[in-house]
T-cell receptor, first 117, second 112 residues
Framework: DTAVSQTPKYLVTQMGNDKSIKCEQN?????MYWYKQDSKKFLKIMFS???????INETVPNRFSPKSPDKAHLNLHINSLELGDSAVYFC????????????????FGEGSRLTVL | DAKTTQPTSMDCAEGRAANLPCNHS???????VYWYRQIHSQGPQYIIH???NNETNEMASLIITEDRKSSTLILPHATLRDTAVYYC?????????????FGGGTRLMVKP
């Protein structure tokens, strides 16, 4: 019974295409995130989102946009894919978001490896 | 959030304790110390966190120095499955968006 699940696990596509990665969590958490892990293995936060606010890392190009149909889902849309977008993308969730009471414990999915040719 | 410094890599013999150090000399009073690990090809996994006092759970122990400028994660009996990259992260209680910033981490290799 996977807590945070991402699909697809692997995605190979051409430059210029538009693609989406889906994320779902069944933990009842109110905050979800997207992280990018590049070839050098550094994990970088892209977005933090709950039903009240979206916080965007200012270094993320606006070709990337998170979309949340409901509290349990946060999908990542990428327009006009570039070679440099090739990476592993991790979704995560936590309870509490920016409010008090959150423990800072994030639950991560298994990652989606995106390869742009 | 305060920056952390960790050794790039460490080895540990199977069955022995693995002691992973982390320096966070610029930590401020409301910042917690978190440890996560990432086993190859998997998502990061939460291990433990603390503010001032030492903490222990089923996975590990966290020892924080009295001045809070450094900490040590202890895996009491390392197994081959503990081979992973271990990340020490300092996060403010008021961290907007609860976003964790990961550094380079320590690559721990547990050897038979």
């Amino acid at each position: 019974d996977t807590a945070v699940s991402q699909t697809p696990k692997y995605l190979v596509t051409q430059m210029g295409n538009d693609k989406s990665i889906k994320c779902e969590q069944n933990l009842g958490h109110d905050t979800m995130y997207w992280y990018k892990q590049d070839s050098k293995k550094f994990l970088k936060i892209m977005f933090s989102y709950n039903n009240k606010e979206l916080i965007i890392n200012e270094t993320v190009p606006n070709r990337f946009s998170p979309k949340s149909p409901d509290k349990a889902h946060l999908n990542l849309h990428i327009n006009s894919l570039e070679l440099g977008d090739s990476a592993v993308y991790f979704c995560a969730s936590s309870q509490g978001g920016t409010s008090g009471g959150n423990t800072g414990e994030l639950f991560f999915g298994e990652g989606s490896r995106l390869t742009v040719l | 959030d305060a920056k952390t410094t960790q050794p790039t890599s460490m080895d540990c013999a199977e069955g022995r304790a693995a002691n992973l150090p982390c320096n966070h000399s610029t930590i401020s009073g409301n910042e917690y110390v978190y440890w996560y690990r990432q086993i190859h090809s998997q998502g990061p996994q939460y291990i433990i966190h603390g503010l001032k006092n030492n903490e222990t759970n089923e996975m590990a122990s966290l020892i924080i120095t009295e001045d809070r400028k450094s900490s040590t994660l202890i895996l009491p009996h390392a197994t081959l499955r503990d081979t992973a990259v271990y990340y020490c992260i300092v996060r403010s209680r008021n961290n907007a968006g609860n976003m964790l910033t990961f550094g380079g981490g320590t690559r721990l290799m547990v050897k038979p």
